[in-house]
Nanobody, 124 residues
Framework: QVQLVESGGGLVQAGGSLRLSCVASGRTFSSYIMGWFRQAPGKEREFVAGIRGSAGSTYYADSVKGRFTISRDNAKNTLYLQMNSLKPEDTAVYYC?????????????????WGQGTQVTVSS
């Protein structure tokens, strides 16, 4: 059984930083693509960032490029999202997810397992 558990969300002022973590179990972590998505109230779940397995190639949504950094520690089965220069529009529930394949999917249906989400709130 694959399990993904996010942590690190919270309330932060605009311009601040947060680091999200996602601990994975039940799958050979280094072999799979990992992604971060977010969902704000009344909006669809959207791609934030993705990272390939052992090669570590990264991909970002234009809205977060230059501000967010996705990384992974395969020895710790942990995925990270460093979020800097946060804006009120970054407020959402953030989810980590895992996918098989070679290319990083940018839609939710490309991922087969999801975490429960962690709330990020950015005040202005």
């Amino acid at each position: 059984q694959v399990q993904l558990v996010e942590s690190g969300g919270g309330l932060v002022q605009a311009g601040g930083s947060l680091r999200l973590s996602c601990v994975a179990s039940g799958r050979t972590f280094s072999s799979y693509i990992m992604g971060w998505f977010r969902q704000a109230p009344g909006k669809e779940r959207e791609f934030v960032a993705g990272i390939r397995g052992s090669a570590g190639s990264t991909y970002y949504a234009d809205s977060v490029k230059g501000r967010f950094t996705i990384s992974r520690d395969n020895a710790k089965n942990t995925l990270y999202l460093q979020m800097n220069s946060l804006k009120p529009e970054d407020t959402a529930v953030y989810y980590c997810a895992t996918a098989t394949g070679v290319l990083v999917p940018i839609t939710p249906r490309g991922y087969d397992y999801w975490g429960q989400g962690t709330q990020v709130t950015v005040s202005s």
